[in-house]
């Protein structure tokens, strides 16, 4: 039993151990070493340079926010000074002269500078448009009164002007505590963003100043279009807000993998006196794509020294050995898989396989010989199967077939697909009357004119079982399955086929239409039925008529007599 063992370990260790294997191990021993190191050494530059990137981005974060800090810091100078002149000036309309007359020029960050009274309507504006309006519910002019102190609003979007700015609030009670006016000002994102621009145009770089709502004030002109909307619609920036936002720390850093699967390293900064931030984020993938080419180039260069190593080595044997076996192995596999016409190649194979090669070839033949016999016999056992061959019609699974393939296409298309269920009428005493030979001769005749009838409308005509006949219409409304059923009941009283015990002395039919646009909720079958219900009713209406009724009234008359019966 040990001796089995064993051999069945040397059987695999030797399929482990092949030529190719042997001949791959010796390539990596040779030249793995050399180039691992070069990728290795190409693997910490890459983290360098980002920490450098990273590094170098802070700082410039920091510069950036220091500018903003500068411009908040010129909005709080004119903001008091304003206040100041209110407190002072006396009457409003001495106070918006001096306001007017004093606003700085070079400051073009601030738009505007209004004065709104206790009643929170504002009295006093650079712009007149705002002359009268209701600020008292502005959630930032509510704050500055509580507080006494300068407040910033969030991102805000003014319609008077359609233009989207932030604002700053400073109570005059701050200067004269008699006083309960309101200087505001209104804050241009615009410039904002201009001062952002040194933070863009670099690739994987993405910079955004923020409110503390997570809306994007301002954004490098790359970017221009995202001011207004979520710091989440920022690709680099995405899936930070709550980080960058919830911190209570006025700066920091943090490490962020994206939906795509790449790393951001977001740095931010909060513009003192306010609630908002700037936040930058680095994509890892971007800034260091030329090291990644080369780290890419190193290993392609390691694959193609292993692969020169090895093309001396294998090519003799691929050739020779391996090469052969394996399309014979193929050629076997395939004939297993039942493809007879698949052929050994003899010209490609040296000349100790081509003797076993002849056999496969000649192995295939036979076995392919006999497959087309089979597969011919099965096609005529299959046609056999569906024909009537009394009418030379469609027997009744050939048409159950067919019903089945036109209504799922019906179904698919959208179209009306309509049925004729067609009875011999008094078939049994036309039997008693001239014998079976001569019923077997009527049904013949009957099966010729309904499949001329059928080529003639595209139908699709069968024998369903004794007497009774069917017409398949496919892409036929109600209106015109009637008179394709008048044209068969037209066609079978002009054969004038003798019938004694009738009342019109030859041959008649009944036909029941039922026409119906399939869809998820009916089946084949309740076409059927409904024209079979049809076919009822032509017979009591006397025989030799043609009835349509509707499918819907079919359907549901059937439902009420199963909930009857239930």
């Not at 070069?38 to 700082?59: H, P, T, V």
């Not at 008292?136 to 507080?147: G, L, M």
């Not at 399309?327 to 000349?351: C, E, I, K």
């Not at 209106?479 to 054969?495: F, K, N, Q, S």
Request: glycine share 8%; hydrophobic share 45%; aromatic share 6%.
């Amino acid at each position: 039993m040990s001796r089995i063992s064993f051999s069945r370990k040397r059987v695999k260790l030797g399929q482990l151990l092949g030529i190719r294997a042997r001949l791959a191990l010796l390539a990596v021993i040779l030249v793995a070493p050399l180039m691992l190191e070069r990728a290795r050494s190409l693997e910490n530059a890459r983290a360098k340079e980002i920490a450098l990137a990273s590094a170098d981005l802070a700082g410039l974060a920091r510069r950036s926010a220091d500018t903003q800090r500068e411009v908040i810091s010129s909005v709080e100078t004119v903001l008091k000074s304003a206040a100041y002149i209110r407190a002072s000036a006396g009457g409003i309309n001495r106070s918006c002269d001096l306001l007017r007359a004093s606003l700085p020029s070079n400051l073009p960050w601030i738009r505007n500078v209004l004065l709104a009274g206790g009643d929170g309507h504002v009295q006093c504006s650079t712009n007149n448009t705002f002359v009268g309006l209701d600020v008292s519910d502005r959630p930032y002019v509510q704050t500055a009164r509580v507080t006494g102190d300068i407040v910033f609003s969030d991102f805000v979007f003014i319609k008077e002007i359609s233009t989207a700015v932030i604002l700053a609030a400073y109570p005059v009670a701050a200067i004269n505590r008699d006083s309960d006016a309101l200087v505001i000002a209104s804050i241009s994102l615009e410039w904002m963003s201009r001062l952002m621009n040194n933070l863009g145009n670099r690739p994987g770089v993405s910079a955004a100043l923020v409110d503390s709502s997570g809306v994007v004030l301002a954004a490098p002109s790359e970017q221009a279009d995202a001011i207004g909307k979520p710091l989440d619609d920022l690709p680099l920036l995405s899936g930070i807000t709550e980080a960058a936002l919830g911190s209570h720390q006025d700066q920091g850093s943090l490490a962020h993998i994206a939906a795509d699967g790449s790393t951001r390293k977001i740095s931010f900064t909060r513009i003192a006196g306010t609630g908002a931030r700037l936040v930058v984020g680095i994509d890892e993938d971007e800034v260091t794509a030329s090291i990644n080419r080369d780290i890419r180039t190193a290993y392609l260069q390691l694959l193609l020294v292993c692969l020169f190593v090895l093309l001396g080595a294998l090519i003799a044997a691929e050739k020779l050995i391996i090469g052969p076996i394996g399309m014979l192995a193929t050629m076997a596999t395939r004939f297993g898989q039942g493809d007879w016409s698949a052929r050994a190649v003899r010209r490609r194979l040296p000349a100790e396989f081509v003797p076993l090669a002849r056999a496969f070839n000649a192995m295939a033949a036979r076995l392919g010989q006999r497959e087309r016999e089979l597969l011919a016999t099965n096609d005529r056992l299959t046609v056999i199967a569906s024909l009537d061959m009394l009418s030379g019609l469609a027997n009744r699974r050939g048409f159950q077939s067919r019903l089945d393939f036109e209504w799922l296409k019906a179904q698919q298309y959208g179209c009306e697909l309509s049925l004729l269920m067609i009875d011999v009428d008094h078939f049994k005493l036309y039997n008693d009357t001239y014998g079976h030979p001569e019923g077997d001769a009527c049904l013949t005749r009957l099966g010729g004119a309904l499949s001329g009838i059928a080529a003639e409308t595209m139908g699709f005509a069968g024998r369903y079982g004794g007497e009774e006949f069917c017409l398949l219409l496919p892409n036929t409304d109600g209106a015109r399955a009637c008179e394709i059923g008048e044209m068969v009941r037209r066609a079978v009283l002009d054969l004038a086929l003798p019938h004694v015990t009738s009342i019109h002395h030859c041959v008649t039919v009944s036909v029941g239409v039922a026409c119906t646009r399939p869809n998820e909720r009916q089946h084949p079958g309740d076409l059927i039925e409904a024209a079979d219900a049809a076919l009822y009713a032509a017979k009591h209406r006397g025989r030799n008529t043609v009835v349509e009724q509707g499918f819907e009234q079919i359907v549901l008359s059937a439902s009420d007599d199963i909930a009857m019966a239930g």
